[in-house]
């Protein structure tokens, strides 16, 4: 038979009618043994009886109540009543419960793993004598049930761990995007909110207290959104600390709103966690269906959207997915599509920005970066796309293009220019450098491209150092076996502290141009761009001031010490072509950025 824990029930029916016509009975039963209630529970029955009396004599029956109903608890052999010898309490118990007078009856048990599981009974009005062959082959059918019985249960556990989140008991993204469906399906005319939450710096407090710790707390916030429900709600576990609540309402908006602020009440009060006070505020977005256009994929999707956009407002918000978050969701999805086809179609450049020595304009590297030749809006710098790349994967297929061409312009420059000493620098984002193909990769460039390794400088952030240290370290140090060097980019903004600067095999740091632009205007950025510098030369690393757009900042650069420097002023990012004479010359002269020389003086000064 097909049946399924949704048909089970139905099916045990029409398996009694047909078991009792064949054997020319009046009643059959299934009931069911409950150990931890001492009873035997009614499943079935054919015919449904009318009328049946409330509290049902029949329904649950504990056993010991009379002997007949006692030795179904254990029984392994079919058992047989007839009225002259079954006790009074059995036959007044049937005719409390059916209004029937003395009957026969026919116990067969369903044991499963030595285990009665439950019984099938058949009952005769009046006398019945029961054949042994009759028992034989009710026990043959019995064996049937109980393995259709077992796998019934199987395929539903299976299904019901398929559905359910294994840390929080809640259900899973599977299971959501399942009720998800049927709510926009059903018809109704009420409107279904979708409330897409994510717990602020979470990853901080598994890095603090430990994944241990960290769970235990995803455990708590479940209880309470658990708990938070009302009737027809719907919350599920996502993935890590990312939680959806459905609500259904007839005007849901207002309601919506109010049920978040709610959520964010309850998810900020504190909980004990190992001795700890621990509380995390959450990020919320919101989203609405629209009647029956509504998709379950793409409604959670503008939930994920509005979330994204409480969380770049700086967390402990709720956003509400609206016309305005839809065109900027649809640009974002434009894009992906033209970028991804740029990548795959040669719509990608790359621009070179010089970096000198500001003593003396001697060219000391060339950094590259990234451009976009979008088909409707021209070039583009990194800063238009980079995000978009980042949070669709492309990342990678863009790094990969970024630092396979850069080393196969390296190349060409070498043969081009032979006596030219300078270091190619590629940016690489937190994605490559959480993969350890970068190794490969980089290794592959050099090889290809018959380049030294100490032709080729890795630029980091401090945002990749700080996600995992001890990965990062473990894959730098494999780089830096390949004989390359290492720069952190925008050092300053990551909030990393000396101790991981000491283990960190780098060669040198870039300074943030935030901080470079506030020389000689901004006492604080000045004692920043100091300390870097002294940082530096106290590890015995190099020092890179990044965006110098004024004669003034290379005077102050220069008082501090730092000598290395790129920026407008020196030289903005160009194609490789129209770099070819600064790269012949092998730099720019001091005049064009030093103050102390007279002519750029009097040139500034007029």
């Known amino acids: 038979m097909s049946v399924s824990a ?3 029930q139905a099916s045990f029916e029409w398996m ?3 078991l009792a016509e064949f054997f020319e009975v009046d009643v059959s039963f299934l009931r069911r043994t409950d150990f931890d209630r001492e009873s035997s529970i009614l499943v079935a029955e054919w015919p449904p009886r009318d009328n049946i009396p409330d ?5 649950e029956v504990p056993f010991g109540s009379d002997p007949v109903f006692d030795a179904t608890r254990d029984l392994k052999e079919p058992f047989t009543v007839r009225p002259e010898f079954s006790s009074d309490a059995y036959q007044e118990r049937v005719k409390q ?19 009665t599981q439950g019984v099938i009974g058949f009952v005769k ?6 054949e042994t062959a009759e028992t034989n082959a009710l026990q043959a059918v019995a064996s049937l049930m109980v393995q259709l019985g077992a796998r019934v249960f199987a395929e539903e556990k299976l299904r019901y761990q398929s559905h359910i989140d294994e840390l929080t008991g809640l259900p899973n993204r599977r299971a959501l995007v399942e009720e998800l469906r049927r709510r926009l399906d059903s018809g109704s005319s009420w409107t279904t909110g979708v409330l897409y939450l994510d717990l602020d710096r979470f990853k901080a407090l598994n890095d603090f207290l430990g994944h241990d710790a960290g769970d235990q707390f995803l455990v708590a916030i479940a209880e309470r959104l658990r708990n938070a429900t009302d009737a027809g709600d719907f919350v599920a576990r996502l993935a890590g600390d990312e939680f959806v609540f459905l609500i259904e309402r007839p005007s849901v908006e207002l309601e919506a709103l109010a049920m978040a602020d709610k959520l964010l009440e309850i998810l900020s009060a504190p909980a004990e966690i190992n001795g700890h006070q621990v509380s995390r505020t959450a990020s919320l977005g919101i989203a609405l269906s629209n009647g029956s256009s509504a998709v379950a994929e793409e409604l959670l999707a503008h939930a994920d959207a509005a979330l994204h956009l409480s969380k770049a407002l700086g967390g402990n918000q709720v956003a509400v997915f609206d016309t305005a978050l839809r065109a900027s969701v649809e640009q974002r999805a434009e894009t992906e599509m033209q970028l991804r086809d740029g990548i795959e179609h040669g719509g990608l450049l790359l621009y070179y920005q010089p970096e000198v020595d500001l003593r003396t304009g001697q060219l000391l590297a060339v950094e590259a970066l990234v451009r976009w030749n979008h088909p409707q809006r021209g070039v583009l710098p990194a800063g238009s796309f980079i995000t978009v790349a980042e949070e669709t994967g492309l990342i990678a297929d863009l790094g990969r293009w970024v630092l396979t061409e850069a080393c196969r312009q390296m190349a060409v420059w070498r043969k081009q220019f032979p006596l030219l000493r300078i270091t190619m620098r590629v940016n690489v984002s937190p994605a490559q450098l959480a993969t350890r193909n970068i190794v490969h990769l980089v290794n592959d460039c050099l ?5 030294p390794g100490r032709l080729l400088c890795l630029e980091i952030t401090e945002h990749a150092v700080v996600q995992d ?5 473990d ?5 830096k076996a390949l004989g390359i060097t290492l720069a952190i980019d925008d050092f300053g903004t990551g909030y990393s502290s000396m101790s991981q600067l000491k283990h960190l095999p780098v060669d040198a740091l870039k300074i943030d141009q935030t901080f470079v632009a506030g020389l000689g205007i901004d006492v604080g950025d000045r004692a920043i761009v100091d300390a870097t510098v002294r940082l530096a030369q106290s590890f015995g690393l190099e020092v890179v001031a990044e965006g110098v757009e004024t004669v003034d900042l290379v005077d102050e650069l220069l008082k501090l010490g730092c000598h290395r420097a790129q920026g407008f002023l020196l030289c903005r990012p160009q194609p490789a072509a129209e770099l070819e004479s600064l790269l012949e010359y092998g730099g720019l002269h001091p005049s064009t950025f030093r103050r102390s020389v007279p002519m750029l003086h009097s040139a500034a000064s007029s």
């Open 125 to 130: 009005f009046g006398d019945r004598p029961w």
């Open 6 to 8: 949704q048909s089970m």
């Open 16 to 18: 009694l009618q047909v």
């Open 55 to 59: 509290p049902d004599p029949l329904g």
């Open 469 to 473: 240290v001890q990965q990062t370290v």
């Open 475 to 479: 894959v730098l140090h494999e780089l």
């Open 447 to 451: 090889v290809k491209n018959d380049l």
């Open 97 to 115: 419960g059916s209004g029937v007078g003395e009957v026969s009856l026919a116990i067969v048990p369903l044991i499963h793993a030595g285990v």
